[in-house]
C-alpha cells in the first residue's frame, strides 16, 4: 500500500506526516524517534473506522507507513473497555444533552446564568451564521486581537484571510456555526462538527476586549439549545483535564455543565521499540514523567516570558510611532 504524506497542524503551524489509507480512512504517525500511528481527526471520524483491531494492525503492519505504536479510542457515550490492550483514560469534557431547562437550571453555576442575563441585556445576540468571507472576516479580527492567550503564544494570531478561510472550511459539510455579535460585529463564534449523534467543538473563542459582555457563556448556551434540537447526545469540548492539573479552561468548563467523561485510549505496540517505551511508560515522551512542581514553574515561566515579549513589541512600536 503506498506511502504519502498528509499535511496536520502542529501548534497552528502545517508540517507534513507520512499516511496511509486504510479502511476508507488516513491513517497518520507523528513523533521523531517514537512514531505513533493514528487515525487523522479521529475525534471527527465518522462510524467505527478500526473495527476489529486485530484486523486493523494486520492491515497497518502489511502498509509502509513507519510505526511503532497505534492508539485509538472508544466514542462517547460508549466508555465500557472492549478490548483487552493496554488502555489509559481519556479525559473529556462534555453536557450530556437533555433539555435546555435542564442544563440552565441543574447543570450550570448560578454565575453562568447571571452572565446569560448580562449577555443579552447589553445587547449581545447569538445565532447560527453562514460559512461566508463576513464570517472569516469576523474570526481574522478576532484571532487578530493579541498574540498571546491563556499565556501562551496565539497559534492563530496574524494569520491571513485565505488561511483562516482554509482552516474553516474542513468538514463542512457536517458542520455549523455560532456568531455572537455585539453591534452587528462579531466578538466570539463556535465551530461545531456533527459526528454520528455527537457535536464536538473545534474553536470556542471570543474577544477579550468585550469579556465583560459574557459572549461565551452565550455561545455556548445557543450550542446546548441547538443540540437538544438536534437530537445529540453529547456536546464535546476538547479535554476536561490537562495532563493531571486543571486550569482555568477545566474550571470554564465546570461552571458552564461540562463534565469529566473517561474514556478507554488504547496503545498496541507494533515494533518492539513501541513495546519498551509502553512498558517504560514513555509513549508520551518524556513531559508527563516529570514532577508536578517542574511543570507549574515552566508554565509560569512560559507565560511571564510572553507577557515580557508582548510588553517589548508595544513599547517599540510606540516608540516608533
Known amino acids: ?59 497497518l503492519k502489511d502498509t509502509a507507513l513507519p510505526a511503532d505504536i497505534l492508539t485509538f479510542s472508544q466514542r462517547l457515550p460508549d466508555i465500557t473497555p472492549r478490548y483487552a490492550y493496554y488502555l489509559e483514560w481519556e479525559s473529556m469534557a462534555a453536557i450530556r444533552i437533555t433539555t435546555f431547562q435542564d442544563w440552565l437550571h441543574r447543570r450550570v453555576e448560578y454565575d453562568v446564568r447571571k452572565a446569560l442575563k448580562k449577555a443579552a441585556k447589553l445587547g449581545v445576540s447569538v445565532r447560527t451564521v453562514a460559512f461566508d468571507d463576513a464570517l472569516i472576516s469576523g474570526i481574522v479580527r478576532i484571532y487578530n486581537e493579541s498574540p498571546i492567550r491563556q499565556g501562551k503564544r496565539f497559534w492563530h494570531y496574524q494569520k491571513s484571510f485565505e488561511t483562516v478561510k482554509m482552516e474553516k472550511s474542513t468538514y463542512l459539510e457536517r458542520s455549523e456555526f455560532i456568531g455572537a455579535y455585539y453591534e452587528n460585529e462579531l466578538i466570539g463564534f463556535i465551530k461545531m462538527v456533527y459526528v454520528d449523534r455527537l457535536a464536538s467543538t473545534l474553536h470556542v473563542i471570543s474577544r477579550t476586549k468585550h469579556a465583560s459582555k459574557k459572549p461565551t457563556n452565550a455561545l455556548i448556551a445557543k450550542a446546548v439549545d441547538i443540540c437538544e434540537q438536534k437530537k445529540i447526545t453529547h456536546l464535546v469540548y476538547g479535554n476536561y483535564r490537562y495532563g493531571d492539573m486543571n486550569s482555568s479552561l477545566t474550571e470554564f ?69
Request: glycine fraction near 8%; charged fraction near 25%.
Open 1 to 59: 500500500m503506498a506511502l504519502n504524506q498528509t499535511e496536520i497542524r502542529v501548534q497552528g503551524r502545517p508540517v507534513m506526516v507520512p499516511s496511509v489509507e486504510l479502511n476508507g480512512n488516513t491513517v497518520i504517525t507523528t513523533g521523531k524517534w517514537l512514531k505513533t500511528a493514528a487515525l487523522r481527526d479521529e475525534e471527527l471520524v465518522e462510524g467505527d473506522p478500526v473495527g476489529d483491531p486485530k484486523l486493523f494492525v494486520k492491515g
Open 253 to 321: 468548563k465546570r461552571r458552564n455543565g461540562f463534565e469529566e467523561i473517561c474514556v478507554p485510549r488504547y496503545y498496541i505496540p507494533l515494533t518492539a521499540k513501541g513495546r519498551l517505551c509502553l512498558e517504560l511508560g514513555l509513549h508520551h515522551g518524556i513531559k508527563p514523567v516529570l514532577p508536578r512542581s517542574i511543570l507549574r514553574a515552566l508554565r509560569s515561566a512560559r507565560s511571564k516570558f510572553y507577557k515580557l515579549q508582548l510588553a517589548g513589541k508595544s513599547n517599540a512600536q510606540a516608540e516608533s510611532q
